[in-house]
Nanobody
């Protein structure tokens, strides 16, 4: 098990930037692939980005490619999501998740979740 705590959410205007952080504690952080998901009001939770255990490979949903960057620092047990050129449609609660498997896109593959952090983008 790993415990996850997100931070860095907030309110910004369209075109702005935010950096989300997810601090992990518990079992060896580097054993987990890490992902970011988001859920907007009235919508299902959707995959945003993921990163492999040693940060060699990253994955993104098409709508954030070129704007968002996922990274991790295994020495600090932390994964980040740098979000640039934010749009109102990025407004959602963002969740960090940990996955012991080598699969990335489906929320059902992730065993551990943070509590979420709100991101609000105004036009």
């Amino acid at each position: 098990q790993v415990q996850l705590v997100e931070s860095g959410g907030g309110s910004v205007q369209a075109g702005g930037s935010l950096r989300l952080s997810c601090a992990a504690s518990g079992r060896a952080f580097s054993s987990y692939a890490m992902g970011w998901f988001r859920q907007a009001p009235g919508k299902e939770r959707e995959f945003v980005a993921a990163i492999s255990r040693r940060a060699g490979v990253t994955y993104y949903v098409d709508s954030v490619k070129g704007r968002f960057t996922i990274s991790r620092d295994n020495a600090k047990n932390t994964v980040y999501l740098q979000m640039n050129s934010l749009k109102p449609e990025d407004t959602a609660v963002y969740y960090c998740a940990a996955n012991i498997r080598t699969s990335y896109y489906s929320s059902s593959d992730y065993e551990n979740w943070g509590q979420g952090t709100q991101v609000t983008v105004s036009s």
